[in-house]
């Protein structure tokens, strides 16, 4: 290949996609769908203090949250989806049962068990800033500034704990102050921060090298994914062998926010989508290291379409979305996204996929 043809490959690779929100519509068909996915997150999966990470709840225990167990990250999505449908009230009422459920320590804890009524001492930064963004559009929608000192004060809360010198770490120890020695590239929501840090010279420079770390984190036009994770004590992003296609998703969804999404990494995320081929795992060069899929996965990749204004890639990734719903009236998770079998129905499967409707107009 010629130097200069090759130039222009790689140069446009990183052309960044304008952020026109799509003017996407459901169709009679995909609004009962979602009224029922509604309901089902609202009587299977809701509760006083928060929503079930599993609909099927287990005794055991382990490192990651299930059955019942409550995240912030389910309570972050819920908050999104009680903005873009107008219930203001329900917002208030959930988003104090959120403090009251997971804030400690300055910080929202990252997982509660309701069982032991115990939270876990530390974060997840990508949570916290997923929660601060919600309060935000609150007030955007609302024409309200009901949230703003609330907003300010838990973002000053972050920078003391998570978001230090502008590193955003991706959890802190509420108990012993200690930190991560690294930043997981989906957890850097470029616009929540940069809504805060663009008031200042200081601030908008913190911001430019965060976006360069996750720039950096491209893989390359032939597998335009990313790296999963830097560690700023060794100066190195982490040499994944398997990537997780959610947390690139988040990456590419939170760069399509603030206009940096390459072109080729939404031509490759289109052809997967259109093909039915998006999987769960895939290495470096891009192959696909599982069969799998989830509706999760589809979910955010429709959200990104409404995000760069591509309706094609927003509808066929919703359509996709549809085929994990459960259609049979007699289960117990109908209307829910999961597995009528073993009745396993995860909250961040319902809810990405519950946020992604919300955005059709």
Known sequence: MRKWLWLTVILASFIAVPQVHAAVKLSTTQTVQQQHLQEFVTQRLLTKQGIYTNYLDTKQRTTTASGHEMLSES?????QHLVLTGQKKAFRTFYQQTVTTFYSHDQFSYRYDPRTKKR???????????????????????????????????????????????????????????????????????????HFEGKTAKGRQQWQRQLKL??????????????????????????SKELNIVES???????AEVDQLPTAS???LQ?????????????QKGKALTSDQSAGGYALAAMIGQTTGNAKLYQA????????QITTQSSPLYGGLGDAATKQAYSFDNLTALVAYDLAL
Request: hydrophobic fraction near 35%.
């Open 271 to 283: 052809q997967q989508v259109a093909a039915g081929k998006l999987y769960n795992r895939y290495d």
């Open 75 to 79: 309570a972050g999505y819920y908050l």
């Open 249 to 255: 998703l988040l990456t590419m969804l939170h760069l």
């Open 214 to 239: 996750v720039k950096r984190g491209y893989l390359g036009s032939v597998a335009p994914l990313y790296k999963t994770r830097y560690n700023y004590q060794r100066k190195v992003y982490t040499n």
């Open 120 to 194: 876990s001492t530390v974060n997840a930064s990508v949570d916290d800033l997923r929660i601060l963004n919600s309060l935000l559009a609150y007030d955007q929608t609302s024409k309200t500034t009901h949230y703003q000192k609330t907003a300010t004060s838990l973002y000053r809360d972050l920078q003391q704990h998570s978001l230090i010198k502008g590193r955003l770490y991706d959890y802190a120890d509420g108990q012993t102050g200690k930190h991560a020695p690294t930043i997981t590239l989906c957890y850097l929501n470029l616009k929540t921060l940069r």
């Open 317 to 324: 990734a919703i359509q996709h979305v549809a085929t994990f």
């Open 266 to 268: 939404q031509q490759w």
